[in-house]
Structures are given as structure tokens and as C-alpha cells.
């Protein structure tokens, strides 16, 4: 909470960031730590509908938006214990690059897969 008394707006972006990432790792498209190829955010954007505030649950959907062959696209909601409708939508956009050279490298057809499983 911040002196306004709702979370502030910069921890929606990690929202954000926790949601897509907790999906790529259950989804097995990412090992944080031992990954060759990872994805890295090139740029976030949010629209605030609703105040959320702590201690609420705050829980996210995802949809991937648009897939390149090297980038990503994901809209994010989040919600605010069991509302139905969102208190933000997010886009963040992902660029799968070589952990090393962080260079963009092309989305492997596995990963392709899993990802076009969000487009629906």
C-alpha cells in the first residue's frame, strides 16, 4: 500500500512479470537459472480500472496476443479476489533471446506450440 492507500501503480508491473514468468516456467518454456534461450521484456504498458489494495488475492489471466518469430506479445489482467472484472490490463512484450549474446534468437516450433496453447 502507499500513502494513497491502494497498491502502488509500478507493482502491477510485477504482477506482470511474476504472472508470465510463473507461466513459462509451469509450462516448461523457461528454467530461470539453466535455460540456453530466454525472454526478456522490451515493453510493458497498463490500464488502471480499480484500485487494488493489500491484503487482497490478486490473480492474473493471460492471453498471448500476438507471436513473431522472435517476440511474444501477452495481454494480462489482473483481478482482484473474486471479482470478475479486471482492475488493469497490461501488454508486455517479450523478445526470446540467447541468454549469453542477448541476441534475439527465433522461437523454437516446442515453445510455438505451448505459446499459440494462450491465443484462444
Known amino acids: 500500500m502507499d500513502i494513497y492507500g491502494h497498491v502502488n501503480n509500478v507493482q502491477y508491473l510485477s504482477y506482470f512479470d511474476t504472472a508470465v514468468n510463473s507461466w513459462y516456467v509451469d509450462n516448461k518454456l523457461l528454467d530461470p ?5 530466454i525472454f526478456l521484456v522490451v515493453e510493458t504498458g497498463c490500464n488502471y480500472f480499480a484500485e487494488l489494495t493489500f491484503p487482497s488475492v490478486v490473480s492474473a489471466g493471460l492471453k498471448v ?11 494480462v489482467g489482473l483481478f482482484a479476489g473474486e471479482d470478475q472484472t479486471t482492475a488493469a490490463h497490461g501488454r508486455f512484450v517479450h ?13 523454437p516450433d516446442w515453445k510455438r506450440d505451448i505459446l499459440e496453447s494462450l491465443t484462444a
Do not use: A
Open 95 to 107: 523478445v526470446h533471446v540467447d541468454r549469453e549474446t542477448r541476441r534475439p534468437c527465433p522461437i
Open 33 to 37: 537459472i539453466s535455460s540456453q534461450e
Open 65 to 75: 496476443e500476438k507471436l513473431g518469430s522472435t517476440s511474444v506479445v501477452f495481454r
